[in-house]
């Protein structure tokens, strides 16, 4: 089940009421902790959507210097901390992404600068997009900025903005990537960069170049597996 973070709706719906931004993030996260819990309460597997963490360097702190952001980052995580305060770690995983639309992309703050703090966050998986242009070669951080013990990382071998289907060959390598980076197999999951219909209705890729694209992510994590844990 996935649901927003705090950050993701403060972005979106701006604060007119509250004294401070703090404030508004606190009542965000008191909101969404129901919500959260509610999710886990009921058998699911929460995923908080976190764009903002990398997003919003690019959009509302383009004109700020990198600490100012990097201390957006770590208020938000620890938002996010604070609304999940009952719910088991390894029951969440928390997707962070620069923005699932097609353009240059060549504004993105680096994964290295902002890694520290979104790791910080109580999860039990880190969602990251590795399958871009602009991103792949950001899955060696992790041999500089491991995870934490108790975390596993989703990589996005998909990408989920290119009609190009993925061959199965390819998604393999990422993941063994990915695993080379990690130090450990049993910690990465293959995953889709991120949603393929980023707002409902705006039908970016059609039904089946979507299904051949899961199809291949299938395939190459079979191919890894076979691989990595002969």
């Known amino acids: 089940m996935t649901a927003p973070s705090p950050g993701i709706i403060a972005a ?31 058998g699911l597997l929460l995923q908080i959507d976190a764009p903002d963490l990398a997003l919003e360097r690019h959009v509302s702190y383009a004109d700020r210097p990198l600490v100012d952001f990097v201390a957006f980052v770590d208020r938000n995580v620890a938002k996010i901390n604070q609304a999940l305060v009952n719910v088991p770690r390894e029951r969440v995983r928390l997707h962070v992404c620069w923005g699932n639309y097609e353009s240059p992309h ?76 990690v130090g450990d197999p049993a910690r990465v999951i293959a995953g889709t960069d991120c949603g393929f219909d980023t707002s409902a209705g ?11 694209k899961l199809k291949a992510l299938g395939e190459g994590a079979a191919i890894a597996s076979r691989r990595l844990f002969a």
């Open 12 to 42: 979106a719906l701006k604060n007119d009421y509250y004294v401070s931004e703090d404030d508004y993030m606190d009542a965000l996260a008191e909101a969404l902790k129901i919500e959260y819990e509610a999710a886990v309460k009921h």
């Open 202 to 212: 705006m039908g970016r890729l059609t039904a089946d170049v979507v299904w051949a």
């Open 106 to 181: 060549d504004q993105d703050v680096a994964l290295r600068e902002i890694l520290p703090a979104i790791l910080k966050a109580d999860v039990g998986a880190v969602m990251l997009p590795f399958a871009n242009p602009r991103h792949q070669h950001e899955i060696k951080v992790f041999r500089d900025l491991p995870l934490s013990p108790h975390q596993s990382l989703i990589a996005g071998v998909i990408d989920t903005c290119t009609n190009f289907v993925e061959h199965p060959e390819v998604v393999a390598e990422r993941l063994e990537r990915a695993a080379e980076a």
